[in-house]
């Protein structure tokens, strides 16, 4: 048996579903996280009682920072917040939370991966 490597890091625009109502939604640049990176952010998952996924604020980090690669219509009183490490902090939880779901989501096996 052989054993496929990720090869697909390629960068991919999101939209949040809070900003696919607006006239001019925010949208973030992330990439696939690599099978290291996925190693750091498993240990900061974790299933509620109900069922549900969860993810400490650490894991947050650790996702935005590993594969939050850029953003367009992210602003504050003064005009465009360029995408930074140190800014990814600015943007509101429910949105930090949303991308690092969507980044664990991304890193995430699919079917066909698992049969390899």
Sequence with gaps: MTITVIEDLKSTWYTPPSEK???NPARFKLRRPDG???GYLRQEIGVTTDGNM????RGIDLAL????EDWDGVEDGS????CTPGNH?????????DLAMEIIRMGTLTEDERKN
């Design 21 to 23: 109502r607006s006239d």
């Design 36 to 38: 290291s990176q996925m």
């Design 54 to 57: 969860d993810i400490t604020g």
């Design 65 to 68: 920072g590993y594969c939050l």
């Design 79 to 82: 005009g465009p917040v360029k």
């Design 89 to 97: 902090r600015l943007l509101p939880l429910s949105v930090r939370l």
